[in-house]
């Protein structure tokens, strides 16, 4: 009698920890995890915005009701983008956007793609999928055929919504910088950042364009939903990007009207290639790549960067708040029903 493959083993082993967790006690252990998890992110929220210098947060936030709308709506688009994604294979209703609010807060607040793990759990425990090991799920490539169906597969789904993000993010960042560099920006970066860094920039984001072109090229290979379905989500996570810097900057607009309309563009542009760079201290390096764009108005574009910063924890923490809540009705409709 030949042993189990190392599929069946693990096939065996997640049907195990899926009785386990279906059980009283571990439904009681991961209510806990649950409530674990969200105290651990919004202790770890609140220590960051307590070291923020809220004084000069107000002193340089302005109270125009615009400014705020404009910062909320930005905030909240990408999870409800992400949401009518799913909803188009998934069935969500309304109150499932907490799950992509939690997305967003773990992708920014703990590491990249972490909120990408939670709704893969998610979906995988909501959606009552089952694995089965002698016909497994294709994750990855879709070679000639029509690719798998996303209600089916939660893995692929997911994975070919992180990757199309990612392509649309690279797309948008680059139309954005040549635009910015046309405006008179490569004056600014040789100005403010000196070679060596210059050059990890330039070679990161090279190598990012070089990624994202070979995904295109073996797309057969690495993409597994239908053509269709991703390039629909392609058209929504680029309207997302778009849309969201598009706010971002007319917040700025609002917030400092003296400057100069085509300084918040080409500022907006540098700041989508350094936050999608592997170096450390974005922060630090997008400040001192403003601070010298600003000129005359140095010290308040500064100000305004730091504010608009701690804002960001701020709804961070009203939206895992929101989202938790939102969780809760669920599970008290699902226990009425």
Not at 224 to 238: D, S
């Amino acid at each position: 009698m030949s042993s189990p493959s190392l599929v069946q083993r693990l096939a065996d082993a997640s049907e195990a920890v899926r009785g386990w967790t279906g059980s009283a006690l571990g439904q009681r252990i991961g209510r806990w995890f649950n409530a674990l998890l969200s105290i651990l992110i919004l202790l770890l929220l609140v220590r960051a915005i307590a070291q923020v210098g809220w004084q000069q947060v107000i002193d340089v936030v302005p109270a125009s009701p615009l400014f705020w709308l404009l910062m909320l709506a930005g905030y909240l688009l990408p999870p409800l983008v992400e949401w009518m994604i799913y909803r188009r294979w998934w069935h969500l209703d309304l109150a499932a956007i907490g799950v992509f609010l939690k997305m967003r807060v773990m992708n920014d607040a703990l590491f990249s793609y972490s909120g990408h793990t939670y709704l893969l759990v998610w979906a995988s425990k909501h959606l009552g999928v089952a694995f089965d090991p002698q016909n497994p799920p294709r994750v990855l490539g879709r070679g000639g055929g029509p690719g798998v169906d996303p209600a089916e597969n939660p893995v692929a789904a997911v994975k070919d919504m992180a990757i199309t993000s990612g392509i649309a993010g690279v797309l948008a960042t680059l139309v954005l910088l040549l635009l910015a560099l046309g405006l008179g920006g490569s004056d600014t970066v040789r100005e403010t950042l000196d070679p060596r860094t210059l050059t990890i920039l330039f070679w990161s984001f090279g190598a990012m364009i070089v990624l994202n072109l070979g995904i295109i090229l073996f797309r057969h290979d690495v993409m597994t939903l239908p053509v269709r379905e991703n390039m629909i989500a392609f058209g929504w996570h680029l309207f997302r990007v778009l849309a969201v810097q598009a706010l971002l900057v007319a917040s700025w607009a609002v917030a400092l009207p003296g400057t100069d309309p085509e300084t918040w563009f080409v500022l907006g542009a540098f700041r989508m290639v350094v936050m999608r760079m592997p170096v450390p201290n974005k922060e630090v390096l997008f400040a001192a790549i403003a601070v010298s764009l600003a000129g005359d108005t140095a010290l308040d574009v500064a100000a305004l960067m730091a504010a608009q910063g701690a804002l960001h924890l701020v709804f961070h923490a009203a939206a895992w708040g929101a989202a938790a809540v939102l969780d809760a009705r669920r599970g008290v409709a699902a226990d009425a029903a």
